[in-house]
């Protein structure tokens, strides 16, 4: 997991094909007032998902991982945490992995918490078992989906 500011976010740029792209497009755009959609950069490639969703208690939220895309996630409004661990100490899947959806779920509980403030970001690769919208209250957020292998 790499947590970083939006505003220092050029620092990352080189980890992934697609950092750039993501980046320069979130900075140039208003995207808390931007409807709540897809927005589509490189077509199942790179997207974005613009959503509000409401927070859940930590016990609520299980670990989640994916195969093929990685996220990052990103604070607009509102509190976050994430939950970590290493997908290597997370077991056996509670739900194997899906292919649609790219996700497993995961009945561990992390090991580590991060809190997000408005305009940080977490990127959460294959290896990262993560559990995002913990908190109170609604959250707004976007949740880039990059492949992998961009």
């Known amino acids: 997991m790499i947590l970083g500011s939006i505003h220092e976010s050029a620092r990352y740029e080189s980890l992934h094909p697609a950092f750039k792209q993501v980046f320069d497009y979130i900075k140039a755009h208003d995207l808390l007032n931007a409807p709540l959609e897809r927005i589509v950069l490189d077509g199942d490639r790179l997207f974005i998902n613009n959503v509000e969703a409401d927070a859940k208690r930590q016990e609520e939220m ?25 997908l290597q100490d997370c077991g ?19 090991s580590t918490y991060v ?36």
Do not use: C, S
Request: proline letters at 8%; glycine letters at 8%; hydrophobic letters at 40%.
């Open 92 to 110: 056996t899947p509670t739900k194997p992995y899906a292919e649609e959806g790219d996700y497993m779920l995961f009945e561990q509980p992390a």
């Open 115 to 150: 809190d997000l403030k408005i305009g940080q970001f977490a990127v959460v690769y294959p290896e990262d078992a993560h559990a995002p919208l913990i908190g109170e209250g609604k959250i707004r957020k976007l949740i880039v989906k990059a492949l992998v292998n961009y």
């Open 62 to 86: 299980p670990l989640e991982a994916h195969r093929q895309y990685l996220d990052i996630h990103i604070l607009l409004a509102g509190n976050e945490r994430i939950g970590w661990r290493d």
